[in-house]
């Protein structure tokens, strides 16, 4: 339970930075376009991803045996670039998204933009294959559990995205949301990087 609950955790903070895929989902859910399908290739696509991670990367580790504490390292840092970001978005210039600015389009359209902002974003690979991976191999036996809470954790945080979108809507109209939700991510990150930091 405590490897399932680390990783639904990490893998829902890692998820719930503000990026292009995040934009385009509220939007779809904002809109009411093909939310099911949409929702669905995203968290059906991370549940790949994630699996990749947890079962390539202990692969790999079974190979080279000393790459555990580089790829440990090196996600620490990863983690502490990624929060010093997001606390420089929370401190800077307020923006507010606006995802219901764009017109609506095909079930095909809106599937072929959905796995182009996940499939050819490099940002994913670090977070799924390389961040998730190196941290489920700390869980030794659980890192199945580890994985499968992060898999929980992407379905949660897309249909929740999708369907929710309509009541987030007033609420993230306004910038203050988005410097609210950037600090926690920050916080976040900071904190796993610590962990990992330490062992």
């Keep these: 339970?405590?490897?399932a609950a680390t990783g639904f955790a990490t893998g829902f903070t890692l998820?719930?930075?503000?990026?292009?895929?995040n934009a385009f989902v509220l939007r779809q859910g904002?809109?009411?376009?093909?939310?099911?399908?949409?929702?669905?290739?995203c968290a059906l696509s991370d549940a790949a991803l994630i699996t990749l991670g947890v079962a390539g990367f202990a692969a790999v580790q079974a190979v080279l045996p000393g790459i555990e504490p580089i790829m440990r390292w090196a996600g620490a840092a990863f983690l502490l670039v990624y929060g010093a970001l997001s606390f420089r978005r929370a401190l800077g210039p307020a923006e507010a998204l606006s995802p219901a600015s764009q017109g609506g389009g095909s079930l095909r359209a809106a599937l072929?933009?959905?796995?182009?902002?996940?499939?050819?974003n490099p940002h994913v690979y670090l977070d799924t294959v390389v961040l998730l991976g190196?941290?489920?191999?700390?869980?030794?036996?659980?890192r199945l559990a580890f994985g499968l809470g992060a898999v929980a954790a992407s379905f949660t945080f897309f249909f929740a995205l999708g369907y929710g979108a309509r009541l987030l809507a007033p609420v993230f109209a306004r910038p203050a949301s988005w410097r609210v939700l950037d600090a926690v991510v920050g916080v976040?990150?900071?904190?796993?990087?610590a962990k990992l930091l330490l062992g």
């Excluded at 190196?134 to 659980?142: D, E, P, T, V």
């Excluded at 976040?188 to 990087?193: D, H, P, Q």
């Design 30 to 41: 904002l809109r009411g376009e093909h939310v099911l399908a949409v929702c669905l290739a």
């Design 15 to 21: 998820i719930l930075a503000i990026g292009a895929q």
């Design 134 to 142: 190196s941290i489920s191999a700390g869980w030794g036996a659980g």
């Design 188 to 193: 976040t990150m900071w904190a796993i990087a």
């Design 112 to 120: 072929l933009t959905c796995l182009a902002l996940t499939w050819l």
């Design 1 to 3: 339970m405590a490897a």
